[in-house]
Nanobody, 115 residues
Framework: QVQLVESGGGLVQAGGSLRLSCTTS????????MGWFRQAPGKQRDLVAT???????NYSDSVKGRFTISRDNTKNTATLQMNTLKPEDTASYYC?????????WGKGTLVTVSS
């Protein structure tokens, strides 16, 4: 069974940085996509960033220039480097993986940005 485990969430001041990590399992398929989504209280879960097996990335406009997604296919990890954090970035962040046409989700890690 494919599992996703997030780590790295916490409390940070506005303008600061955090680095989230996601560890998964299983061989990487040709269509493998990993990414991060976030959900604030009372709001819909929204895309943050995705990355393909080959390293092609896609970002939400709200995080472009501030966040960077990367992956290591050998270690089965995905990383989200978050810089210049804003209070509106406060949310639960969920790791996502699509493998062989099936979607998988982590349980989430909380990021709180204080003003």
């Amino acid at each position: 069974q494919v599992q996703l485990v997030e780590s790295g969430g916490g409390l940070v001041q506005a303008g600061g940085s955090l680095r989230l990590s996601c560890t998964t399992s299983g061989f990487i398929s040709s269509d493998d996509i990993m990414g991060w989504f976030r959900q604030a209280p009372g709001k819909q879960r929204d895309l943050v960033a995705t990355i393909t097996r080959g390293g092609r990335t896609n970002y939400s406009d709200s995080v472009k220039g501030r966040f960077t997604i990367s992956r290591d296919n050998t270690k089965n990890t995905a990383t989200l480097q978050m810089n210049t954090l804003k209070p509106e970035d406060t949310a639960s962040y969920y790791c996502y993986r699509r493998r062989l046409g099936v979607d998988y989700w982590g349980k989430g890690t909380l990021v709180t940005v204080s003003s």
